[in-house]
């Protein structure tokens, strides 16, 4: 009994030692100044919207309001993260600081899927994943199809945010999320009755799509196109292919 008290006794002081310690590195880090910023943009698909020294002047709000020096605790730092994440081409972003006295920032970056064409305003936009609009960069341009009207009107507002439009973006992720195709989709049309067709990098033909549904059947139905025609015949021999209709692909 006395063996079992005394542990209790051993483990409640190493546990008062460990809350003492690791409150005093807590008073300690808070009352150390800020000897560096240490920036981490993960780029796991080679997009350079955003660099350390743009990350940098929104952290300082251009120079503004320096960190080095400063003490930034709980509120502060998430004041920080907001500046970040308020940034288009900002996914997620973490600040924090370390023992070493470094501002750490750590940011994912948002990446487009397609780029929208707008004639009129001769303002390109990007549009991501979920559909929102990101602007054009002047620091990296992104390798993605263009989508337009055809004889070059433009997509309304806001095009990939309602139920309807939802479904075409869900055609600009299967592009996006499939290599082959990422590498080979050109220039996606929504036509005015709400078919799509899209030119490609290799081969002349230009693909009629259809509405944006069975979708991977039709990109299926294209592959076979691939596999037996052009190799065959030759990249050129026809001009349009449609995959539209079940079970069938139309060549002219």
């Given at each position: 009994?006395?063996?079992?008290?005394?542990?209790?006794?051993?483990a409640?002081?190493?546990?008062?030692v460990?809350?003492a310690?690791?409150a005093?590195?807590?008073?300690?880090?808070a009352?150390?100044?800020?000897?560096?910023?240490?920036?981490?943009i993960?780029n796991?698909?080679?997009?350079?919207?955003?660099?350390?020294?743009g990350v940098t002047?929104l952290l300082?709000?251009?120079?503004?309001?320096?960190v080095?020096?400063t003490?930034p605790?709980g509120?502060?730092?998430?004041?920080?993260e907001?500046?970040l994440?308020?940034h288009?081409?900002?996914?997620?972003?973490?600040v924090y600081?370390?023992l070493?006295?470094?501002?750490?920032?750590?940011?994912?970056?948002?990446?487009?899927?397609?780029?929208l064409?707008h004639?009129d305003?001769r303002l390109?936009?990007?549009?991501?994943a979920?559909?929102?609009?990101?602007?054009?960069?002047?620091l990296?341009?992104?390798?993605?199809?263009?989508?337009?009207?055809?004889g070059?009107g433009s997509l309304?507002?806001?095009?990939?945010?309602?139920?309807?439009?939802?479904?075409?973006?869900?055609?600009?992720?299967?592009?996006?999320?499939?290599?082959?195709?990422?590498?080979?989709v050109s220039e996606?049309?929504?036509?005015?009755?709400?078919?799509?067709?899209?030119?490609q990098?290799?081969?002349?033909?230009?693909?009629e799509f259809?509405l944006?549904?069975?979708?991977?059947?039709?990109?299926?139905?294209l592959?076979?196109?691939?596999?037996?025609?052009?190799?065959?015949?030759?990249?050129?021999?026809?001009?349009?292919?449609n995959?539209?209709y079940?079970?069938?692909?139309?060549?002219?």
């Amino acid at each position: 009994m006395e063996r079992t008290v005394r542990n209790l006794l051993v483990a409640a002081a190493c546990l008062l030692v460990l809350g003492a310690l690791g409150a005093f590195a807590a008073v300690r880090q808070a009352n150390r100044a800020v000897d560096a910023v240490k920036v981490n943009i993960a780029n796991e698909f080679d997009n350079y919207f955003i660099s350390e020294r743009g990350v940098t002047a929104l952290l300082t709000k251009g120079g503004k309001e320096p960190v080095i020096g400063t003490q930034p605790e709980g509120p502060r730092l998430r004041v920080l993260e907001a500046r970040l994440k308020a940034h288009a081409f900002v996914r997620d972003a973490q600040v924090y600081r370390d023992l070493a006295g470094n501002l750490h920032a750590d940011v994912r970056q948002n990446r487009p899927i397609a780029r929208l064409t707008h004639p009129d305003t001769r303002l390109d936009t990007y549009v991501d994943a979920e559909g929102r609009a990101l602007p054009l960069s002047p620091l990296f341009t992104a390798r993605v199809a263009t989508v337009a009207r055809p004889g070059g009107g433009s997509l309304p507002s806001g095009f990939f945010q309602d139920s309807t439009g939802r479904r075409y973006l869900e055609f600009l992720r299967y592009v996006d999320e499939h290599e082959f195709w990422k590498a080979q989709v050109s220039e996606v049309f929504i036509e005015p009755g709400g078919k799509l067709s899209f030119t490609q990098q290799v081969g002349d033909q230009r693909i009629e799509f259809g509405l944006p549904e069975n979708i991977s059947e039709k990109f299926a139905k294209l592959m076979v196109f691939y596999r037996q025609i052009p190799s065959v015949l030759g990249w050129d021999t026809y001009h349009r292919v449609n995959v539209e209709y079940q079970n069938q692909i139309i060549c002219e």
